[in-house]
């Protein structure tokens, strides 16, 4: 990446955390965001998903799993009981094992996706996004396209502080969002 992109995003990435720590209304935003993604036609459709919410029917949830060189898989995870069991990694987030109680896990790579729910800092209505800097999602999301399969849909899921007005500064490597939603709006590509 070159060094001034490096700089303005780390910038922006640094005075959106300061907005976000100062907040005092994220669960309510959360919940009504998430109210949103359940009824979206394009969520209702979906069987394969990665970073959802487990208790919704006939689809299956894959939780990501940071490798020992630094990609990123997407692991299927059985059950809420499973989802819960998993011990924190690297980020102090739960990721899951290679392995289940109910035997390996399923790579997101072997079956395919119909839908991934994007984690961002900040995103900006020409469907730019600003990650955590590290690249994962990026890295992955091309991967999965090299690997022949299908482009899934990518849905960002932000607070309103983080749609911005001003635009995001982006890299080639960065990838566009298809549909962003706020508890105010449903932007779509």
């Not at 998903?49 to 949830?61: A, M, R």
Request: charged share 25%; glycine share 6%; hydrophobic share 40%.
């Amino acid at each position: 990446m070159l060094p001034t992109l490096h700089k303005q995003k780390g910038a922006l990435r640094k005075s959106i955390y300061a907005v976000v720590r100062e907040l005092d209304n994220i669960k309510e935003q959360s919940r009504t965001v998430t109210a949103k993604v359940l009824l979206l036609p394009e969520f209702q459709n979906c069987t394969r998903i990665l970073k959802s919410i487990l208790e919704i029917g006939n689809k299956s949830l894959f939780v990501p799993k940071v490798t020992r060189d630094g990609a990123m898989e997407f692991l299927k995870v059985e059950n809420q009981n499973d989802l819960d069991a998993l011990p924190s990694g690297k980020w102090g987030i739960r990721e899951p094992s290679y392995e289940s109680d109910a035997g390996p896990r399923v790579n997101a790579m072997e079956v395919g996706l119909d839908l991934i729910l994007v984690p961002g800092v900040a995103f900006d209505r020409s469907m730019s996004r600003l990650g955590h800097g590290k690249g994962y999602y990026d890295r992955y999301i091309a991967r999965y396209i090299a690997s022949g399969r299908p482009r899934p849909l990518l849905v960002a899921l932000a607070l309103r502080e983080q749609l911005l007005d001003s635009t995001i500064p982006f890299g080639e490597h960065d990838c566009k969002m298809d549909m962003i939603i706020t508890p105010e709006e449903v932007i779509h590509r």
